[in-house]
């Protein structure tokens, strides 16, 4: 994936304008919807103020990856199975993707869709996603090119492909963003 510089496009965090505006490194599944809805109400509560006044930013990385996948990933590579994610309606593996519309935590609703409906912004590490793609073509003999391509193909809509979530944390932190861990 090497490229010419100037091939990523990063213009869109220029949008950060908001006068609070944080950046969730997430590497895990976990609290990784949670939290940033938890800060979205928080900042509404305090003071009033929602998008574009506040802004966060997900950005996903190492095992995260699920939350970007789109359904048809899930489905036919079997994202439930191999991050051991169980669809709470059925019990079963999920064959689709259980955190894009909303799932209640407590008495919170919490989701990418959400979220994004929210003003969040998402971003899908391209070298973690090369790590993902390159365990699931040897896993199952297909090709890397190939399947890196259908993967960038569904990743969830409005989904940032960037470069290295490293690089992005600190660009987003040189844009005004506060950072947490999740």
Same mark, same amino acid.
């Given at each position: 994936?090497?490229?010419?510089?100037?091939?990523?496009?990063?213009?869109?965090?220029?949008?950060?304008?908001?006068?609070?505006?944080?950046?969730?490194?997430?590497?895990?599944? $976990?609290?990784?919807?949670?939290?940033?809805?938890?800060?979205?109400?928080?900042?509404?509560?305090?003071?009033?103020?929602?998008?574009?006044?506040?802004?966060?930013?997900?950005?996903?990385?190492?095992?995260?990856?699920?939350?970007?996948?789109?359904?048809?990933?899930? !489905?036919?590579?079997?994202?439930?199975?191999?991050?051991?994610?169980?669809?709470?309606?059925?019990?079963?593996?999920?064959?689709?993707?259980?955190?894009?519309? $909303?799932?209640?935590?407590?008495?919170?609703?919490?989701?990418?869709?959400?979220?994004?409906?929210?003003?969040?912004?998402?971003?899908?590490?391209?070298? !973690?996603?090369? $790590?993902?793609?390159?365990?699931?073509? !040897?896993?199952?003999?297909?090709?890397?090119?190939?399947?890196?391509?259908?993967?960038?193909?569904?990743?969830?809509?409005?989904?940032?492909?960037?470069?290295?979530?490293?690089?992005?944390?600190?660009?987003?932190?040189?844009? $005004?963003?506060?950072?947490?861990?999740?």
């Amino acid at each position: 994936d090497a490229a010419l510089p100037g091939t990523w496009d990063i213009s869109w965090l220029d949008q950060l304008k908001g006068k609070h505006k944080q950046v969730f490194d997430t590497s895990h599944i $976990g609290f990784a919807l949670i939290v940033p809805t938890n800060y979205l109400d928080a900042m509404n509560t305090l003071f009033g103020m929602n998008y574009p006044d506040v802004n966060a930013v997900i950005g996903i990385g190492g095992s995260a990856f699920p939350l970007n996948a789109g359904d048809a990933l899930w !489905a036919k590579y079997e994202i439930g199975r191999r991050w051991d994610v169980k669809d709470p309606a059925t019990g079963q593996w999920a064959t689709h993707n259980i955190f894009l519309d $909303g799932q209640k935590f407590g008495k919170k609703v919490t989701g990418v869709k959400p979220l994004m409906a929210r003003g969040a912004i998402f971003w899908q590490c391209n070298n !973690a996603l090369n $790590g993902i793609v390159s365990e699931i073509a !040897a896993d199952l003999k297909l090709d890397f090119d190939q399947l890196k391509a259908e993967f960038v193909a569904n990743l969830v809509p409005g989904v940032k492909l960037v470069i290295a979530h490293t690089a992005m944390i600190g660009l987003a932190q040189e844009h $005004g963003c506060t950072y947490e861990s999740i």
